[in-house]
């Protein structure tokens, strides 16, 4: 158990909605790191809050937004959606922000279907 | 960005050492080395890092070539629960993890 929690576990929609994906960091970790695994694409960075600020992008859609707050969990929010947007969306999160921050701990993700 | 290139897939028998590698010719010098690994249905877990010397924790050990560009890790003794996909990482220039697709290990008994 990693300490970082993801729900839901399972998300089942229809093309053109929009969902909220939820992460709580470990316990005193201000980073939270967003990342998509599709079979296609393989694991890709989507985006990185610390404590409460967007640190870095990577391949984010515009259709795809996220927060953190003042707490420290995160959400990301899925809209739009499309049949190539089913995957599994891992939360991440770690001590730091930068260069001497070197282990993230992932959550066990949520799995999103698109029908 | 710096790449990685890793074999797609590796075998080894239980109880064997297993050495996985990994090319980063294109490293820069202050790039860290990291592996992380992907149990089936779980997401990634931590690993080991390196910079320059080789490193040893409780997992595995990270050797790393003098020119720094390839490393190669190290498990001493595979078991069943480290059959995974095993991912040399250098990050992404705003310190998130740059994925590539990994090794993916199978041991048999």
């Known amino acids: 158990d990693s300490g970082v929690t993801q729900t839901p576990k399972h998300l089942i929609t229809a093309t053109g909605q929009r969902v909220t994906l939820r992460c709580s960091p470990r316990s005193g970790d201000l980073s939270v790191y967003w990342y998509q695994q599709s079979l296609d694409q393989g694991l890709q960075f989507l985006i990185q809050?610390?404590?409460?600020?967007?640190?870095a992008k990577g391949n984010i859609l515009e259709r795809f937004s996220a927060q953190q707050f003042p707490d420290l969990h995160s959400e990301l929010n899925l809209s739009s959606l499309e049949l190539g947007d089913s995957a599994l969306y891992f939360c991440?999160?770690?001590?730091?922000?930068?260069?001497?921050?070197?282990?993230?701990?992932f959550g066990p993700g949520t799995r999103l279907t698109v029908t | 960005d710096a790449k990685t290139t890793q074999p797609n897939s590796m075998e080894s028998n239980e109880e064997e050492p297993v050495h996985l590698p990994c090319n980063h010719s294109?490293?820069?010098?202050?790039?860290?080395i990291h592996w992380y690994r992907q149990l089936p249905s779980q997401g990634p877990e931590y690993v080991i890092h390196g910079l320059t010397s080789n490193v040893n924790n409780r997992m595995a050990s990270l050797a790393i070539a003098e020119d720094r560009k390839s490393s190669t890790l190290i498990l001493h003794r595979a078991t069943l629960r480290d059959a995974a996909v095993y991912y040399c990482?250098?990050?992404?220039?705003?310190?998130?993890?740059?994925f590539g697709k990994g090794t993916s290990l199978l041991v048999t008994p």
């Open positions: 809050y610390y404590n409460g600020e967007e640190r």
């Open positions: 990482i250098l990050r992404l220039s705003g310190y998130a993890l740059n």
């Open positions: 991440a999160s770690s001590v730091g922000k930068g260069q001497w921050t070197h282990e993230q701990y």
């Open positions: 294109t490293i820069s010098g202050t790039d860290y």
